[in-house]
């Protein structure tokens, strides 16, 4: 099986920084894709920012120039730097990678547990 653990939310003013970790751990040959997504109450989940196992990014408008995604392969993580933190950026986020495991190397989604991020003064 794979596991996503997710670090790293919790409480900032606005204006204030954070920075998301999410690794993932078990059967593991390859990982492809990688992205956060988050879910404010009451909306639905979005994506907030993606990367390809080449570097390749891409990001919601929203959060353009303010987030920045990056991934280590080595260590099967990925990483979510927020920076100029808004009210509307409270959500829990969700990382998600794209896993190829087992014999046949077919690809799997698999989804961390959430990490709240609350922007408050």
């Known amino acids: 099986q794979v596991q996503l653990v997710e670090s790293g939310g919790g409480l900032v003013q606005p204006g204030g920084s954070l920075r998301l970790s999410c690794a993932a751990s078990g059967d593991i040959f390859r990982i492809n894709a990688m992205g956060w997504y988050r879910q404010a109450p009451g909306k639905e989940r979005e994506l907030v920012a993606g990367?390809?196992?080449?570097?390749?990014?891409n990001y919601a408008d929203s959060v353009k120039g303010r987030f920045t995604i990056s991934r280590d392969n080595a260590k099967n993580t990925v990483y979510l730097q927020l920076n100029s933190l808004k009210p509307e950026d409270t959500a829990v986020y969700y990382c998600?990678?794209?896993?190829?495991?087992?014999?046949?190397?077919?690809?799997?989604?698999?989804w961390g547990q959430g990490t709240q991020v609350t922007v408050s003064s």
């Open positions: 990367i390809t196992s080449g570097s390749s990014t």
């Open positions: 998600n990678a794209g896993v190829v495991r087992g014999r046949l190397q077919l690809e799997y989604s698999y």
